[in-house]
């Protein structure tokens, strides 16, 4: 009996260790979860609480590079303009729109390009910062190569855009005329652009030079090109001026060309026309004509 019940009282001492052991593990299976669950949140309470730090500190940045941008330090105090042959200096800073004690760095500078080529005469710029102080500004103008005349003189470019308008005009560049419309400044003259690439192209080849040429005529089909001096007229077609011109060449070095004569007409293929002076007299008939100037 004693056995017995030493037997039973093991029995039930195993099924009540068994049963605390099962206890045990599934307390300790929750634990691991809150365990787990806890680190978690630590580490996202940590990243939070780090990324906080990292916005107030690129905040507190902020407002202290805003502060230095606006400092007298990086405040535009000079602004030099250079290339300017035709051009005032003291207008394009106008035009720039920039002002002295501008905070430098917020100068949009493409703006500032973008204004200063509505200049007529400017062909090309450059806008640069240099820190702390300076604004430059590198200008490319527009070279006068001739003048229109139609009620006054439009001054051009050798791309045809229209520089300024002058009443009087001083004599140092070809005259064209014959054009009807000649635009305001800064726009192209398309009449006139036919005409200057004769005369670049005369330049080109040698003669004559571009002093010499008083008057570029646009008359019809064809081309008039008065010489300064002896007022010889030279009649060029509108199309294949190149092969006019290699004619011109070929006769000047037959040394057949007489600077003083009346006139040759280039027209004809393979054959330079010496022109009567009685028919330049009728070609140049107006009191506006340049030629022999």
């Excluded at 009807?180 to 030079?209: C, T």
């Excluded at 040429?213 to 199309?239: D, H, K, Y």
């Amino acid at each position: 009996m004693k056995t017995a019940r030493k037997n039973g009282m093991r029995g039930k001492t195993r099924s009540t260790r068994h049963a605390r052991k099962s206890i045990f593990r599934r307390k300790g299976l929750n634990a691991q979860k809150i365990r787990t669950f806890l680190v978690r949140s630590w580490w996202v309470l940590r990243g939070a609480a780090a990324g906080a730090l990292v916005l107030v500190i690129l905040y507190g940045g902020y407002l202290g590079v805003d502060k230095m941008i606006v400092s007298s330090y990086l405040a535009v105090k000079d602004i030099q303009v250079s290339g300017c042959i035709q051009i005032e200096p003291e207008r394009l800073i106008n035009l720039s729109g920039v002002r002295p004690g501008e905070p430098l760095v917020r100068v949009d500078i493409m703006s500032v390009r973008q204004r200063l080529l509505t200049h007529p005469v400017v062909k090309d710029v450059s806008v640069v910062r240099e820190l702390p102080d300076t604004l430059r500004i590198l200008v490319v103008e527009r070279m006068p190569a001739a003048a229109v005349l139609g009620g006054g003189f439009a001054i051009v470019d050798g791309e045809g855009v229209v520089l300024s308008r002058e009443d009087v005009f001083s004599g140092e560049f070809p005259v064209i005329t014959g054009i009807e419309n000649i635009p305001s400044p800064g726009v192209v003259a398309d009449e006139a652009v036919f005409a200057l690439e004769v005369i670049e192209e005369m330049v080109s080849s040698g003669f004559p030079e571009r002093e010499r040429i008083s008057e570029v005529r646009i008359n019809n089909q064809r081309l008039l090109v008065f010489l300064t001096g002896s007022g010889t007229m030279l009649v060029f077609p509108r199309r294949n001026v190149s092969g006019a011109l290699e004619r011109l060449k070929r006769f000047i070095q037959a040394g057949v060309f007489d600077s003083t004569a009346p006139g040759y007409d280039l027209r004809f293929e393979g054959r330079v026309v010496a022109l009567p002076e009685s028919t330049v007299k009728k070609e140049s008939p107006g009191k506006n004509s340049f030629a022999g100037g």
